[in-house]
């Protein structure tokens, strides 16, 4: 598989967070009780915060970018724990979501 760099590799790896964090956020839903305070929650919020990051680089080296985050003609779903600046997520409001 060829490497991606810069801006498309950002995206690649903002689109392959999404679905890492849309299958653990629904694992850890399935846990219940036992995946507050887990393993398994901690790496899922650490996910999440790495995630913000990463896209608040690809905004803030590329600002002239204003399409999704995940990667052009994309759109975030509303049922991914994570949405981009561009669809509308505001960031933390995700980390209120994670525990229903
Ligand atoms: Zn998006």
Redesign the pocket.
């Known amino acids: 598989m060829e490497k991606q760099a810069g801006q498309a590799g950002l995206q690649h790896r903002l689109l392959n967070g999404v679905i890492w964090l849309t299958d653990r956020h629904a694992k850890l839903m399935n846990m219940e009780r036992i995946g507050i305070g887990s393993k398994a929650e901690e790496e899922f919020l650490d996910a999440l915060m790495m995630w913000n990051a990463l896209e608040f680089t690809l905004r803030f080296v590329y600002p002239e970018y204003q ?4 990667g052009e003609g ?3 779903q509303n049922a991914t724990p994570v ?7 505001l960031g933390d409001k995700d980390v209120a979501d994670a525990h229903h």
Do not use: P, Q, T, Y
């Open positions: 399409g999704c985050s995940l994309r759109h975030c949405s981009c600046r561009s669809c509308g997520g």
